[in-house]
């Protein structure tokens, strides 16, 4: 036993001067000779700490010095695989000449190359076949690459079985925990999920990220309220668990508890963990209470912390819009728009300050740029026809409601909205008209129809007696396209 580890660190240093003399090769642009072997050593070196260009041009000369070697252009396969390129990985691969039968890389290599290729049935055949040449603690990597390919196949029990396999030789067992709830919520076995991280906290009762994932698993279902307790434990045994803290503050924000969700927000701060994130969403719960000051605060404290997120100068362009300073508020919403130009939630702050400034021209200017952006989303036209509306254009603001119907497939919002501006033109018959077909399309929020303008709207003996109509309809006929439950 003492001789192979004598021989085993003879080897390792053997190695460690061969990249030594590798790199001063380099660096004095000379040229020198290495043997496959130490060039495979010098490849995986570059791999394993993710010098991609270092180890690109090592396989290279490596090939200029043995361009017969098999194992050499698995190397060269696996830079391609490193880098993306299946296809390329691929053709490689099938020119390769094997040495001996006994070559797991191969198997591994192609495996991979096959799985990035979209290839699953032929990658699996490639790493069962590499899986007896591994000892059983050996075989983490490519249990978990099968479950994945099974996952991929929707073969959803026999990617558990093998995320099952590889989950006690996991260094880190939270992705694979996230995998097996993915296939039990992708398999429609919620109730399952719970079942299988119950009976691991069963064994151990202290394992915090299966706390989590029965949380997650609540939260997906709706069941907003019961995920509660699983994360509050994972956070009392590891109180510095980032992401727990923040799915168990969005909970309490979701049900409007925006108080439970700073007291577990500053409990991750008292603990240590302190992000940009953490304190843009304390922010936005202050906001929410209405402490304006606070939630400056706090925005400003998560810009400290990262100057490039777009989330902070959002919550102060709403903080400064709702103390009445519209300018200012633009100005933070037109930074968060260059750090998040996808986001046109920040495009609707923009237009809705310069409404109040009365710039209509430069509101819509901002509302045009969503409706090109999402041309589907019924509310950019319902913004834009509201603009119209507040100027008393009310034909222009019909206009925009018919093509976003024609864009939105009649979208129902659109449709309440069309009956209203024509009840406000004075146009009765076509109000009338609208109503029935966006009671039809929506019947149950037919209450905000009303609360557009309750003086026009609901002392009206026609909108009143149609309503009344189709609520009967409704009564006799729940399901009135006659499709099942």
Same mark, same amino acid.
């Given at each position: 036993?003492?001789? &192979? ?7 390792? !240093? ?122 059983? &603690? ?18 959803? &029990? ?7 396999? !590889? ?65 509050? %434990? ?14 168990? #503050? ?71 819009? &709702? ?36 710039? %209509?021209?430069? #509101? ?15 509310? !950019? ?76 709207? #609901? ?27």
């Amino acid at each position: 036993m003492f001789e &192979d580890e004598d021989y085993y660190f003879e080897h390792e !240093a053997e190695m460690e001067k061969a990249i030594e003399r590798y790199e001063s090769m380099l660096e004095e642009h000379d040229s020198a000779y290495f043997d496959s072997e130490e060039f495979e050593y010098i490849i995986d070196h570059y791999t394993q700490h993710n010098e991609l260009k270092r180890s690109r041009q090592a396989v290279e000369l490596a090939l200029a010095q043995h361009p017969e070697s098999s194992k050499l252009r698995i190397k060269y396969a696996r830079q391609y695989l490193l880098e993306n390129d299946a296809q390329r990985a691929f053709e490689i691969m099938q020119h390769i000449e094997r040495e001996d039968d006994d070559d797991p890389d191969y198997f591994l290599t192609l495996g991979s190359c096959l799985a990035m290729l979209g290839k699953s049935e032929e990658a699996l055949e490639n790493y069962f076949s590499a899986l007896p040449y591994f000892d059983e &603690d050996e075989k983490f990597e490519l249990y978990n690459a099968i479950a994945y390919e099974y996952q991929h196949m929707q073969q959803f &029990d026999l990617a558990l079985e093998f995320y099952g396999k !590889a989950l006690p030789y996991a260094e880190d067992n939270d992705t694979i925990y996230h995998e097996i709830r993915c296939c039990f919520l992708s398999a429609g076995r919620k109730e399952d999920a719970i079942a299988y991280f119950q009976q691991i906290i069963d064994k151990d009762p202290y394992n915090s990220k299966a706390w989590t994932n029965i949380g997650d698993v609540y939260r997906m279902m709706g069941q907003y309220e019961e995920s509660i307790d699983p994360y509050e %434990y994972a956070l009392s045994i590891d109180p510095e668990d980032l992401w727990t803290n923040m799915h168990l #503050a969005d909970i309490y924000y979701d049900l409007g508890r925006y108080k439970e969700a700073i007291d577990t927000l500053e409990e991750a701060l008292r603990n240590g963990v302190e992000t940009s994130m953490i304190h843009t969403t304390i922010g936005d719960c202050y906001y929410r209470l209405n402490d304006l000051q606070t939630a400056e605060e706090h925005f400003k404290k998560a810009l400290e912390i990262n100057p490039m997120i777009g989330s902070g100068y959002a919550g102060l362009g709403y903080v400064f819009s &709702d103390r009445g300073q519209s300018r200012k508020a633009i100005k933070y919403f037109e930074k968060a728009m260059t750090i998040e130009p996808w986001e046109t939630d920040h495009l609707y702050s923009i237009a809705t300050d310069y409404m109040k400034l009365k710039e %209509y021209d430069k #509101a819509l200017e901002y509302l045009r740029k969503i409706q090109e952006t999402t041309p589907t989303d019924p509310d !950019a036209y319902y913004y834009i026809a509201d603009l119209y509306g507040q100027q008393d254009k009310i034909d222009e603001a019909i206009n925009t409601i018919k093509f976003g119907l024609l864009q939105t497939d009649n979208d129902a919002s659109l449709l309440y909205l069309l009956a209203y501006a024509y009840f406000v033109k004075g146009c009765h018959n076509q109000g009338l008209e609208a109503l029935d077909q966006a009671l039809d399309a929506d019947f149950e929020v037919w209450p905000d129809f009303l609360e557009y303008d309750r003086e026009l709207l #609901a002392n009206d003996n026609d909108i009143l007696e149609l309503i009344e109509q189709h609520k009967k309809n409704q009564e006799t006929n729940p399901n009135p396209n006659n499709t099942p439950a």
